[in-house]
């Protein structure tokens, strides 16, 4: 079977298939789930990365400039995010209480839905993770994505 094919191949052994292919073709995991879940909830109009940013502001009480930090993106494409996602009715901009001079972003009600359809995806695949895996597998994968990422900050320092 060419390498290219990674469908079924994969799912019953994957022993020849080098880590980045394996790591190429899982990726999209979580975005599917979640991209379904949100479509089925109603929420089809949220651009490429808003799941991530509005799902870590409800799901994981994360700062809203931290996770658009995280995804990389230039100061440009992240405030073309916030003002789609504030368009849209994700979020709201809000003066800073304790600095009238700033702005804070909040999540709307219809942010925490959508966030509620990000939460349902990805518990959807983390539960498909617990029926395919033993816990000492799950947690030896989390082990090795997170000695990944430690590797990769070695390149950004």
Not at 34 to 42: C, N, Q, T
Not at 46 to 58: E, H, I, T, Y
Not at 83 to 89: E, Q, T
Request: charged content about 25%; overall charge positive; some cysteine.
């Amino acid at each position: 079977m060419p390498r290219g094919d990674h469908s079924a191949h994969m799912a019953n052994d994957a022993s020849d298939v080098v880590l980045p292919a394996l790591l190429r073709a899982a990726r999209g995991s979580y975005a599917h789930a979640v991209r379904r879940e949100l479509v089925a909830a109603g929420f089809d109009d949220l651009p490429r990365n808003a799941p991530f940013v509005l799902g870590g502001m409800v799901n994981q009480h994360g700062n809203p400039a931290d996770l658009i930090r995280q995804l990389g993106v230039t100061k440009q494409a992240a405030s073309q995010l916030v003002d789609v996602l504030v368009d849209r009715g994700y979020l709201r901009r809000e003066a800073d209480a304790a600095d009238g001079r700033r702005i804070t972003l909040a999540v709307t009600d219809r942010g925490r839905k959508a966030a509620a359809a990000v939460r349902a995806g990805v518990g959807w695949v983390d539960g498909q993770l617990a029926e395919r895996l033993s816990a000492d597998q799950v947690a030896g994968l989390r082990a090795g994505l997170v000695a990944l990422c430690d590797i990769r900050d070695t390149f950004e320092r």
